[in-house]
């Protein structure tokens, strides 16, 4: 397993005073994904958890449904020298979705900013997920949202040494935190997050909350949708269409979660006084 932190030496000015010393920064390297020998996408993360972030990826792209679908994972041989990098890896998929498939498979590049775009249309997510927050009726407090980001925040030990990491955590109705990953890529992150949850057998998200460290964009909402989690909240802005999707998909998207204010955007009954 490759790295998630790596040490180079700096020079550093504070008041006018320059010296040199070591710093720790977060590893981003690519992982290319694998179904049946094909390739499919390669994103570039912070290695760790790469089982969960590439079952997340798959469910959330509509490729698989369901945990019974993963018939084996593993990692194939890298090319440095003949070693293995722990780099690709290959998923073994039972019954895989022909056309999400084919869709992700066109999309072959993601960087660590904006996951993968591109969808034809907000309709394709809301009627391809077999998992609809729409039916979920479950609410939280807007107390219990409010405590939800320092709850993410004191789960992150990797961004303490290094600050450069996004977060994604599944929380229940009772605060507690079921799983929180790190990422270089804030749509890894909440892969990550996803997959574990597929691992445990937890999709759909029923009664869930996900908590993401930065911005709410349309594919961290599509992600939302696919693995049926009901209520998404971050500590800063949506987008315009991933708002849209929220309000088609019945995901409540909570942003600008900052000490006791926040702003619901889709879905607001699920926040109660």
Known sequence: MGRVTTRRRI?????DRRRERL????????????????????????????????????????????????????????????????????????????TALDAARRQQYTTSSC?????????AVVTTT????????????????????????????????TGGLHAAGLFDIDGRALVVREDVGRHNAVDKVIGWAL????????GIALCVSGRVSFELTQKATMAGIPILAAVSAPSSLAVELAERGGVTVVAFVRGDSMNIYSHPHRITN
Not at 56 to 75: A, K, N, P, S
Not at 115 to 123: I, M
Not at 144 to 150: F, Q, R, Y
């Open 115 to 123: 996951g993968v775009c591109g969808k034809a249309s907000l309709d």
């Open 11 to 15: 020079e550093s000015i504070e008041a």
């Open 199 to 206: 691992e445990h057998d937890l999709v759909p998200l029923q």
């Open 23 to 98: 710093d720790t920064l977060a590893v981003e390297e690519p992982l290319e994904i694998r179904v049946d020998g094909a390739a499919l996408a390669v994103t570039m993360r912070t290695p760790g958890s790469d089982f969960e972030l590439a079952q997340g990826f798959l469910l959330t792209e509509g490729i698989i449904h369901r945990r019974d679908q993963v018939v084996g994972i593993r990692y194939c041989a890298g090319s440095v020298d003949g070693e293995n990098t722990y780099n690709v890896l290959d998923v073994a998929v039972r019954d895989p979705a022909p």
């Open 130 to 161: 077999s998992h609809d927050p729409r039916r979920d009726p479950v609410a939280f407090t807007s107390s219990l949202i409010a405590s939800l980001p320092e709850r993410l925040r004191t789960a992150q030990k990797v961004f303490d040494s």
